[in-house]
């Protein structure tokens, strides 16, 4: 447990000196910020998505994106990095964002994954038998695109887990990226 809320801690902390580290090993084109643009603002969409169904710490969240993988917001963050890792256009900036994913989110995912068991006990755990951890299952029918008495997507509830900052983040990333490009190494 004490590994775990180690790397839960230091998972923001590390990425600011690892996104320098990346800038600094980028060299982006114009042709690969488009390209990485578009893959980043698919990420952003499935963190959209999963993001206005989270009720955080009221329910259990199993319906639209919830109910085809477990972690749709670090499924999101993990196409958002391989759009930042195309924009880069270079395998060592690249390699940074592997690291860093694979190091970090595997234990974060886990520990995330115990507080749910324990916070909702055979339910958490009949959904973790039936939808996988990260990668998404196909859509099946009887799978919850909107949870009962609720609404399904809410903007409301995007707001209230401040999902714009990723997309503010994002945005502010990629015209570094592009500045980037007039400076480089």
Known sequence: MA???FFSRWRVRAGYPLAILFLYLAAPTPLAIGIGA???AAGLLVRGAAAGHLRKLETLT????????RNPLYFGSAILAGGFAVAGHSVWAALVLVVYFGTFYPVVMKKEEGELRERYGGAFVEYAERVPLFF????RAGDRLVAPG????????????REYQ???????ALG????RMYFPR
């Open 38 to 40: 578009v893959i980043a």
């Open 150 to 161: 609720l609404n399904g997507f809410s903007w409301a509830q995007y707001k209230r887990n």
């Open 166 to 172: 990723a997309a503010f983040g994002a945005i502010l």
């Open 3 to 5: 590994a775990s809320s």
């Open 176 to 179: 570094v990226l592009w500045l």
């Open 136 to 139: 998404p299952r196909s859509p």
């Open 62 to 69: 199993t319906s639209g994106p919830y109910a085809w993988m």
